[in-house]
């Protein structure tokens, strides 16, 4: 007999990471990398953009966010999904 708490560590938290999602969190990790870079490079863009410096940080957060909530579903949804197969 095992003790619950071995069980436990032996069952997996997280559905395996498909293509697409593993695309997705490139993705977003990528979104989120250009805006803090956009966020860093603000005097620069002041200087290239003028009052339009702030355009590409705002963008790039919008964009952040959407592709998040998109990501996040769909990673909860395999996640779910994995968790209602294993079930008895």
């Known amino acids: 007999m095992t003790h619950p708490l071995i069980t436990f560590l032996k069952t ?3 559905a395996p990471e498909t293509r697409t999602l593993r695309r997705m969190r490139r993705l977003w990790m990528a979104l989120c ?3 803090a870079l956009a966020v860093l490079l603000l ?3 002041k200087i290239l ?3 339009w410096a702030g ?3 705002l963008l790039l957060a919008a964009a ?3 592709h998040g909530f998109v990501y996040f579903r769909a990673k909860v ?3 779910d999904s994995l968790g209602r197969e294993g079930r008895p």
């Open 77 to 79: 949804r395999a996640d």
């Open 12 to 14: 997996p938290m997280a």
């Open 64 to 66: 952040a966010m959407l």
């Open 43 to 45: 005097p620069v863009l």
């Open 55 to 57: 355009l590409p940080a």
């Open 33 to 35: 990398w250009s805006l």
């Open 49 to 51: 953009l003028g009052p």
